[in-house]
């Protein structure tokens, strides 16, 4: 009897929080909650003070903004992130995550996507490279089992010198290894913003671009589309080549091609 | 012929999804042919090298002279004790940028020795530590009486060494240096870390592509059982046609 009650009861409290609107919730509590990385310079990372600043806790923070209430950074990894946002221990996910259809199928990846990322190459501002074609013969650092490194060869037959770990690949670049080191271009963005690498740039154009989705949890259609249209806003107002900007960054063809889309409407 | 084999792989990858990629690609056939060749590269030279370094590196222990004995004895230490994976980061890391450098077409600093050649310096000096262990071992099985009986025909001590001891010595250590050229073969893998595109770095190439981790893992094997078998074979036919009647019965 005891156990029928209980069952009911958390049936009863599940169907609540499911017909609950998010978007109401949010707004009631004043606190917008939202995981972000804190590993990953530019995008999410702790400044000195130890708070996490970036470009996406500035979006989290354009979107608490946009609904008028606090705003609460919770630092999340790539192997926790779904279940995170899946057990309601955030409201929304802004963390570098590829739009992919498994994910789509465990939260709700509000569309269009805010953000690409593929594969690029640094290499030496004393080097003058000006495409990808120019890589034929040249000796190229990798990562080992990076998926696009049979494409570089075949494609642009560059001659992949491929480490175990990012610490090797860069120190052979360092080193006189190879001329260039093939990796994600929003990494490579990272070590950039190191002083220690500030002989270096990534001069070349993205290449195989992966579309990046924020997401929310499933069924929560009244909070998907306010996203969905703030998503639509910054790419209207060139927001994120504001933020691009202001973190150093240099422009993506993908948020350029998504101003070009929606300033027109 | 070659084109029934590809058509029988690619077959067996459409209708199973067991994925040998490298018998119907032509892109990662030609890459895993290029890694066999290295492997069996590496372990050619490396094996000529550990077994000259043996050689040397005895003759030395046996030296009247302290410091030629206190050097190979620091050698063997040294390499004897430290893991070969942190002596091949060491030399192409480490040693390898302390060394001078040339400049490439970019005006780039650039190593003067490459990956492979640090592969095989550290492997070769790995197992000669090794061989000279066994090498001695070898020697001090020979009677006293025997060298003396040498030495009272008037050789030198290295004529003694090369036209005595040494080919005494070589029949009674082959076993152990069979052992250790076979899990010298097997080290070679390890130049994968500093990106020799040796067959296990290939095959890690390969299936992180196309996803075929156990099709690779048992052409690994295959090939390896492969190679390791023709060496113990050569060794073991090499150890019969040195038999001496009687020499350490």
Known sequence: ?265 | MIGAIAAWFSHLNDTTGINFTIFYDPFDASRFLQGFWLTLALSGVTILGSVAVGVIGAWGQGSPFMSLRAIVRVYVELFRNTPPLVQIYFFYFGLSALLPAGHNAFGMRQPLIGGFAWACVSLILFAGSFNVEIFRSGIEAIPVATTEAAESLGYTRLQTYRYIVLPLALRICLPALTNNLVNLVKTTTLAYAIAVPEMLYVSNQIWSESENVPEMMVVLFVIYIALVGVLVAAMHSWERALRVPGLGR
């Open chain 1, 1 to 265: 009897m005891l156990k029928k009650l209980a069952a009911l009861a958390i049936a009863a409290s599940l169907g609540g929080i499911a017909h609950a609107d998010e978007l109401q919730a949010i707004k009631a509590k004043g606190v917008l909650v939202v995981g972000v990385k804190a590993d990953y310079p530019p995008f999410g990372y702790l400044n000195p003070n130890g708070q996490i600043v970036g470009i996406e806790p500035s979006l989290a923070a354009n979107v608490a903004q946009r609904l008028g209430v606090k705003l609460q950074l919770v630092p999340v990894v790539g192997a926790n992130r779904l279940q995170f946002l899946e057990q309601g221990k955030i409201d929304l996910l802004i963390a570098t995550m590829s739009d992919t259809p498994e994910r789509e199928k465990v939260v709700d990846i509000v569309h269009p996507d805010y953000y690409a990322s593929g594969y690029n190459l640094m290499v030496a501002k004393t080097v003058d490279v000006k495409s990808w074609s120019e890589l034929k013969g040249v000796p190229v650092c990798a990562i080992q089992a990076s998926f696009y490194n049979k494409e570089v060869e075949q494609k642009y037959g560059a001659e992949l010198v491929a480490f175990t770990g990012v610490a090797e690949a860069l120190t052979a670049l360092r080193q006189g290894r190879c001329d260039a080191f093939l990796y994600d271009d929003t990494a490579i963005e990272g070590k950039l913003s190191d002083p220690q690498w500030a002989d270096y740039d990534m001069p070349l154009q993205t290449q195989d671009a992966k579309p990046w989705g924020l997401a929310v949890k499933q069924g929560e259609p009244a909070f998907a589309a306010f996203m969905s249209d703030t998503i639509k806003d910054w790419d209207k107002t060139g927001y994120i080549q504001t933020l691009e900007q202001q973190y150093h960054v240099r422009p993506s063809a993908f948020a350029a091609q998504m101003h070009k889309q929606f300033a027109g409407s």
